[in-house]
């Protein structure tokens, strides 16, 4: 992933910009798969938990479906890929106080020496975490990130990062919870922090 170049066969493939890898897991039948050790884990920008749909979601799936008179979906183009590197060009101008650097920071630090955890987050997790926020600054039409900012993205950005002690996946405790706790105990810039 890091190297945006894909190798089949001894022979290598760079891959041109936007470059995207999107992996699933399912969390139950994992028999043929194997955790990813934490090194490639780190790798990854985000975790998201998809969930299922709510109600009125779930109902319009089968409105769409019966509409449409088959199970094949056409999905039209959004954007040009020219579009999105521009985009993401866009997200070195959203602006960062330092004080919110220090924040993100303070927050992986804190990972380090939680005593719940094996192993904490690494640099690049806080990078994730900036670049994240530095991207929902900009969904929400601002030109700078605010500490909700840090703390809407912290979970995604940092749990699938973390290892938990073992003893505490018999509690039921999970990296996410920790992400949380952190949130509350860690010292966020006051509401200056532009």
Do not use: C
């Not at 170049?5 to 890898?21: H, K, M, N, S, Y």
């Not at 900009?138 to 605010?146: G, I, K, N, Q, W």
């Amino acid at each position: 992933m890091q190297e945006a170049q894909v190798t089949i066969d001894g022979e290598r493939f760079p891959l041109a910009p936007p470059f995207l890898v999107i992996a699933t897991q399912n969390p139950i039948e994992l028999e043929g798969t194997y955790p990813l050790p934490e090194a490639q884990l780190d790798r990854f920008l985000m975790r998201v938990a998809v969930g299922y749909p709510d109600l009125e979601d779930e109902v319009e799936i089968l409105a769409r479906r019966r509409l449409r008179r088959e199970d094949a979906i056409t999905a039209e183009p959004v954007t040009s890929r020219a579009e999105l590197v521009t985009m993401q060009e866009a997200m070195e101008d959203v602006h960062v106080a330092e004080v919110t650097e220090r924040y993100v920071v303070d927050l992986v630090r804190a990972t380090r020496s939680d005593h719940r955890l094996a192993l904490g987050a690494s640099p690049r997790g806080a990078l994730a975490l900036l670049k994240l926020a530095r991207a929902l600054a900009a969904l929400r039409r601002r030109d700078f990130v605010l500490p909700d900012d840090i703390k809407a993205m912290a979970v995604p950005a940092l749990a699938h990062r973390l290892i938990l002690k073992p003893e505490l996946w018999a509690a039921r405790v999970s990296a996410t919870q920790v992400v949380e706790d952190l949130l509350t105990v860690v010292a966020a810039p006051g509401p200056d922090a532009r």
